[in-house]
């Protein structure tokens, strides 16, 4: 195989994730993963099987959990986000989140929660924020569709519209890495296919890194995959090696559809 | 038109839990009428809006009835008491959901619960036997003085530093009604879904900036229910309101006097009324508490909807 001319964005080495004695990732030794600039990686495997503990271990969401604990390193351009005096709230702020659900905060107008970030940030002056809202809801393929009723609640929209508002959110702050957590599982075909869209515009720009269920959506949208299955990461490479030529039989198994 | 339950056990069960649900609209009605019926002397005698109104309140000279002083009182205390607690008890909430560890949460929330099982007649004997003297000889007294020598203008606001009268009641109903807001609150707070708190975290925010961009603005319906459901419990408190206040209806009131709620009125004199008419008044106060309670209420309904409509959705 020819090694393609990309540079490593985000790496993590010998990761394990544990929940009190159970180990959540790093079953048979720890995670060895990188993740590279300005492409898409999905992360596939049955249900329980440690993707969405992994991808919550990139910018520090197991902070918030009392009984998590994490070792091994995660490098974002070579530094260690969990080395001792990294502040979590920066590390998040380069490295953004889009969950399963929509989480627009529904008492807020559409413009404030695309502005919501950027004032955490600082920025005050209204001609930034418009432009910056503005800009991240054009980059979410939103701006079209609520540019007459910015003011009016995000309570408002649609599941697919209130998703792909967060991912606005999220874009805002111009984070490097995107983390999308099954990012259209709660959504119809049509918002489906927007987000889809959105992501192949949008790698030009961020690292994505995506949790999907469906293997089909990992197939359409990302260059690379990397397979878990119970806490263990089974196999990693180009998305195309691994859905035509997986060298491992139980990926070759999960996704022929013989389990999972 | 079809029959919506056709198993002969399901209509028995559907007719007994319809008759108990309207007893228990009949058995409010029927409260209401009860009180308007008996306090109907006094309110014929002097009108509704004459009574209401009326400032004055003498059973024994002029026989006249005005219940203007208990609801001016019960106005004064109930909502000094709710804005005293409003800001403690969401500190404690919030503290408990969000901040502390743990182990003291758990400390936090039985003490709570403590606080609000604690009879009022208990939080009446503390307030004369500590609270009272205390307030009088360490806050009244020195405070009174100072204002004597450097601020005559003040003294008729203070009144006399008794250490029974509107303050110490006013402190008293502040901290019987802190373990309610609290309680609403904290629940309220724990209620909001696990994603919303993420994705403001996972905007880079930081502790505080998640609780008011992602928690405060949807456990408010929650927080603004805990804070009628104090401000009805502090309309309505008797006895360690009445233990404390000094009951005087002599307007206008001032800040350490003596003052009286329409619930301590009732409470002080109901055994020494023996005449029809004082009864009657007395009664009719009841009536007067019995709308205020009501407007509370239906006001506390009315803000919650307009609330869960604003998150529908979400919770």
Same mark, same amino acid.
């Given at each position: 195989m020819v090694k393609e001319a990309v540079d490593v964005h985000m790496e993590s080495k010998n990761l394990v994730v544990r929940y009190g004695s159970r180990v959540g990732v790093g079953v048979g030794g720890g995670v060895n993963l990188p993740l590279y600039r300005h492409k898409v990686t999905a992360l596939i495997g049955p249900s329980g099987c440690g993707k969405t503990t992994f991808l919550r271990a990139l910018n520090r969401m197991h902070d918030l959990t009392p009984i998590a604990r994490v070792e091994g390193?995660?490098?974002?351009?070579?530094?260690?986000?969990?080395?001792?005096?990294?502040?979590?709230?920066?590390?998040?702020?380069?490295?953004?989140?889009?969950?399963?659900?929509?989480?627009?905060?529904? #008492?807020?107008?559409?413009?404030?929660?695309?502005?919501?970030?950027?004032?955490?940030?600082?920025?005050?002056?209204?001609?930034?924020?418009?432009?910056? $809202?503005?800009?991240?809801?054009?980059?979410?393929?939103?701006?079209?569709?609520?540019?007459?009723?910015?003011? #009016?609640?995000?309570?408002?929209?649609?599941?697919?519209?209130?998703?792909?508002?967060?991912?606005?959110?999220?874009?805002?702050?111009?984070?490097?890495?995107?983390?999308?957590?099954?990012?259209? +599982?709660?959504?119809?075909? !049509?918002? &489906?296919?927007?987000?889809?869209?959105?992501?192949?515009?949008?790698?030009?720009?961020?690292?994505?890194?995506?949790? #999907?269920?469906?293997?089909?959506?990992? +197939?359409?949208?990302?260059?690379?995959?990397?397979?878990f299955l119970n806490g263990e990461m089974v196999e990693f490479g180009p998305t195309e090696t691994i859905f035509t030529r997986p060298k491992d039989l139980r990926t070759e198994a999960y996704i022929t559809g013989r389990f999972g | 038109m079809k029959r919506l339950y056709t198993h002969f056990g399901d209509r028995i069960f559907a007719t007994l839990l319809l008759l108990l649900a309207l007893g228990v609209a009949a058995l409010a009605l029927l409260m209401a009428y009860e009180l308007y019926r008996g306090g109907s002397l006094a309110l014929q005698r002097f009108g509704l809006l004459g009574f209401a109104l009326g400032r004055e309140w003498d059973p024994v000279v002029q026989k006249t009835f005005g219940a203007w002083p208990y609801i001016l009182g019960t106005l004064i205390v109930s909502f000094s008491a709710l804005l005293l607690s409003f800001f403690p008890a969401l500190a404690a909430a919030i503290f408990a959901?969000?901040?502390?560890?743990?182990?003291?949460?758990?400390?936090?929330?039985?003490?709570?619960?403590?606080?609000?099982?604690?009879?009022? $007649?208990?939080?009446?004997?503390?307030?004369?036997? $500590?609270?009272?003297?205390?307030?009088?000889?360490?806050?009244?007294?020195?405070?009174?003085?100072?204002?004597?020598?450097?601020?005559?203008?003040?003294?008729?606001?203070?009144?006399?530093?008794?250490?029974?009268?509107?303050?110490?009641?006013?402190?008293?109903?502040?901290?019987? !009604?802190?373990?309610? #807001?609290?309680?609403?609150?904290?629940?309220? !707070?724990?209620?909001?879904?696990? /994603?919303?708190?993420?994705?403001?975290?996972?905007?880079?925010?930081?502790?505080? /900036?998640?609780?008011?961009?992602?928690?405060?603005?949807? +456990?408010?319906?929650?927080?603004?229910?805990? &804070?009628?459901?104090?401000?009805?419990?502090? $309309?309505?408190?008797?006895?360690?309101?009445?233990?404390?206040?000094?009951?005087?209806?002599?307007?206008?009131?001032?800040?350490?006097?003596?003052?009286? &709620?329409?619930?301590?009125?009732i409470a002080n004199e109901f055994t020494e009324a023996v005449e029809d008419l004082h009864l009657s008044a007395l009664i009719a106060v009841g009536f007067l508490l019995f709308l205020v309670s009501m407007a509370v209420n239906f006001t506390a309904a009315y803000v919650l909807r307009r609330q869960e409509r604003l998150v529908k959705g979400v919770l």
């Open positions: 390193e995660v490098l974002l351009d070579g530094e260690n986000i969990y080395a001792s005096g990294v502040d979590p709230v920066l590390v998040r702020r380069r490295v953004g989140m889009v969950f399963q659900k929509p989480t627009a905060f529904p #008492t807020m107008s559409i413009y404030d929660n695309v502005a919501a970030g950027l004032k955490l940030v600082g920025i005050r002056d209204k001609r930034r924020l418009d432009e910056a $809202v503005e800009r991240a809801l054009r980059g979410a393929a939103l701006w079209d569709e609520v540019k007459d009723r910015l003011r #009016t609640p995000a309570s408002g929209l649609s599941g697919g519209q209130q998703q792909r508002l967060t991912i606005a959110r999220a874009l805002a702050v111009e984070p490097e890495v995107l983390l999308m957590d099954e990012p259209t +599982a709660s959504l119809d075909p !049509i918002s &489906t296919q927007a987000i889809e869209d959105l992501l192949l515009s949008l790698k030009e720009q961020v690292t994505i890194v995506i949790v #999907t269920h469906n293997m089909q959506q990992a +197939a359409r949208v990302s260059d690379y995959t990397a397979f | 959901a969000e901040y502390a560890p743990r182990w003291l949460a758990q400390v936090i929330n039985f003490l709570l619960d403590l606080m609000a099982a604690v009879p009022s $007649v208990v939080y009446g004997l503390w307030g004369i036997f $500590v609270l009272a003297p205390w307030i009088r000889d360490k806050v009244q007294l020195p405070f009174y003085m100072w204002a004597a020598e450097q601020a005559p203008w003040l003294v008729p606001i203070l009144g006399v530093p008794t250490g029974y009268g509107l303050m110490t009641a006013v402190l008293i109903l502040a901290s019987m !009604i802190i373990p309610y #807001t609290a309680a609403l609150a904290r629940d309220a !707070i724990a209620l909001v879904p696990k /994603e919303h708190r993420e994705a403001a975290y996972a905007l880079g925010a930081t502790r505080w /900036e998640v609780m008011r961009l992602a928690i405060l603005p949807l +456990a408010r319906g929650g927080i603004i229910a805990g &804070t009628f459901l104090a401000l009805a419990r502090a $309309v309505g408190e008797t006895m360690a309101v009445t233990m404390v206040i000094g009951n005087s209806h002599k307007l206008p009131y001032t800040l350490f006097g003596g003052a009286a &709620t329409m619930p301590s009125v």
